[in-house]
């Protein structure tokens, strides 16, 4: 029971990052139809941003913790949200119109880019990070000597992962930027008829995917205290699954796809095996996607015949 | 209740002039020119593919004309000296002392509607099924919303300006949605409403745009005909009381009869007749291009024609 509890927590965390991941892949899907492979590579810049500006403020002598979290935090997504912008400008905007699978392919030109970029810029070498917030809550001590336990660092990311979603649901919801979204997800060519930028919106789409990848490349620099070029990857892939996992186009859907695929993996290193934590998470998306094909949240395809 | 001036030639609100549109080989408009006046309802009438909704689209800026000039004068002291100087100057529009023109061949679709101000539905229906019918109207009104926000971060906020302009948006979207008998349903889903209704919205949808010229194509397709006295009403009203200038394609004579001031007729991309609808309705020509007479017939009904009312076409004309 004891060893449950912990995995939940455990589960809950990587879920979070994931969700935050998955909702940019599902709002570039939602509005042009597009997976946006680059966008593992977002969340990758966005922990590298991240700890530039945490080494920036060390080396000049800053070291108040809340600080420091809070500048990297705002640095981080500022300057995500202008690379997502910055991506959808010149690789993306210019082939609206072609054929769906051309960007498709410069997404993925994109992502290797990306990668290469880092690569050469930063190293190849892993960037470790010492563990900044440690301590937690003692939630349960029984005599056998099991702990659970939620650490700081795992509240500050549930937290602040509730605080996003709540911001961005209201966002989307209730401001006239997120009817505009919604609208342009239903119909592009009517929105720009009533007057809305639909250029404009898809930027804005791009900037919000961003910098919500950035919060969660920086929880992931903090929780795991080690990045490298090649986490995008990895990370990208399973947000994608819990995209297409929760029902690709739901904003609900991504954060409870991500939360799945985030209990799917740490259960499965839980009590079976850690090297096949992938395999369970894949073929669970597999099977959901047999008996569910639009996914959990998905609205399914009604075509008019 | 016809208006007997002649507004489209005393005082355009839209010259479509020269306007040329090739598809490849297809010439789906040939050197069309027409005005649209100020304050009527202008019927754009004519055999299927005549060319009717070609026409909308360079208006609206889906097409760009292969030739032409589209100018929209939004006050009525533009004079065409401004005109001339704004063509020749290669901006898109200017809006001086001497009135606001905008060349919408020259624009993309979206400025048109914000800048210039034409709003325009379409023949099947596209609302945003899955958005209340109320949020469809806000829609409409974002670029208000957007400024009154600081582009979002004062709507999160919810600052006191952004609350007012939101206030003020949700207020004329009501008093539209009860014009129209759809205030009982302002929180059900678009997709949800009947077809009649769903043809309501999308009119006053394209109102809440807040334009000058308002395109309609074919708005009483698949209306029943309690519900096309009912659009009659509300595009009188929309004339009225508004000031809002109508430009229609309609198919149902019923409609183009009853309520159009002015009534173009297009057959193969090209003019054929333009004036009052009792002139229209009495031109052999017309006539001739709905019954589809053969080549040679029509050749010796426009010989008729030119004896006939000659003098009258000329009139009526383009500038």
């Given at each position: 029971m004891e060893y449950f509890l912990q995995q939940l927590i455990n589960g809950i965390t990587l879920g979070s990052i994931y969700g935050l991941i998955a909702i940019g892949y599902t709002m570039v899907y939602g509005i042009?139809?597009?997976?946006?492979?680059a966008h593992g590579e977002i969340f990758m810049i966005g922990s590298f941003i991240a700890l530039t500006v945490f080494l920036a403020l060390a080396a000049i002598g800053v070291t108040f913790l809340p600080l420091v979290l809070l500048l990297m935090v705002i640095v981080a997504m500022v300057c995500t949200a202008a690379w997502g912008w910055t991506i959808e400008r010149v690789a993306y905007r210019p082939l609206r119109g072609s054929f769906r699978l051309a960007p498709l392919i410069t997404a993925i030109g994109m992502s290797i880019f990306l990668q290469n970029f880092v690569q050469i810029t930063q190293g190849a070498r892993v960037k470790p990070l010492p563990p900044q917030i440690q301590g937690g809550l003692i939630l349960m001590n029984n005599p056998n000597g099991i702990v659970v336990q939620i650490s700081w660092m795992q509240i500050i990311i549930i937290a602040m992962t509730i605080v996003l979603m709540a911001g961005f649901s209201l966002l989307i919801s209730k401001t006239s930027l997120g009817r505009q979204q919604r609208a342009c997800e239903q119909d592009r060519k009517m929105a720009s008829l009533l007057g809305v930028n639909v250029d404009r919106t898809i930027s804005l789409t791009f900037v919000i995917g961003a910098s919500l990848a950035a919060v969660a490349g920086m929880m992931y620099l903090l929780y795991y205290g080690v990045i490298d070029f090649y986490i995008g990857f990895i990370a990208g892939v399973k947000a994608f699954t819990a995209a297409v996992l929760g029902g690709i186009g739901s904003l609900p859907g991504a954060m409870l796809g991500g939360l799945a695929i985030g209990l799917i993996e740490t259960f499965w290193s839980g009590y079976f095996s850690v090297e096949y934590k992938d395999v369970a998470a894949f073929s669970i998306l597999a099977i959901v996607l047999i008996f569910m094909p639009s996914g959990l949240l998905g609205r399914p395809e009604v075509e008019k015949v | 209740m016809l208006k007997q001036n002649r507004n489209w030639t005393d005082n355009p609100i839209l010259s479509v002039e020269h306007l040329t549109m090739r598809f490849g080989g297809l010439?789906?408009?040939?050197?069309l020119s027409f005005d649209v006046g100020r304050g009527d309802i202008t019927a754009l009438i004519g055999p299927n593919g005549a060319g009717k909704t070609t026409v909308f689209n360079c208006v609206t800026g889906f097409y760009k004309p292969t030739e032409g000039r589209i100018a929209l004068r939004r006050?009525?002291?533009?004079t065409d000296e401004a005109l001339h100087e704004l063509t020749r100057s290669g901006r898109q529009y200017s809006e001086t002392d001497k009135g606001s023109i905008f060349l919408l061949e020259r624009m993309t679709d979206f400025r048109i509607t914000e800048v210039a101000g034409v709003a325009r539905t379409f023949q099947n229906i596209r609302l945003f099924g899955g958005m209340t019918v109320l949020e469809n109207l806000l829609v409409a009104q974002h670029n208000k919303l957007m400024r009154a926000s600081g582009l979002t971060i004062g709507g999160l906020l919810g600052l006191p300006g952004y609350r007012r302009a939101a206030d003020a948006a949700k207020d004329t979207a009501i008093e539209w949605l009860r014009r129209v008998d759809l205030l009982d349903r302002a929180?059900?889903?678009?997709?949800?409403?009947?077809y009649g209704a769903q043809r309501r919205l999308e009119i006053v949808r394209a109102l809440c745009t807040d334009p000058v010229l308002l395109c309609l194509d074919e708005p009483a397709a698949g209306l029943n005909p309690r519900e096309s006295t009912e659009l009659n009403t509300l595009l009188k009203y929309i004339r009225d009381e508004h000031g809002v200038s109508v430009l229609l394609i309609e198919h149902d004579m019923g409609v183009v009869m009853e309520i159009s001031d002015h009534i173009i007729v297009l057959d193969y991309g090209k003019k054929i007749s333009d004036g009052t609808a009792a002139a229209v309705r009495s031109d052999p020509k017309v006539i001739a291009a709905y019954l589809g007479v053969d080549d040679e017939e029509v050749d010796d009904v426009e010989r008729d024609l030119n004896v006939k009312t000659g003098h009258d076409a000329t009139a009526g004309g383009s500038l």
């Open positions: 042009i139809g597009m997976i946006n492979f | 010439v789906a408009i040939d050197d006050d009525q002291h533009a929180d059900d889903p678009a997709a949800d409403l009947p």
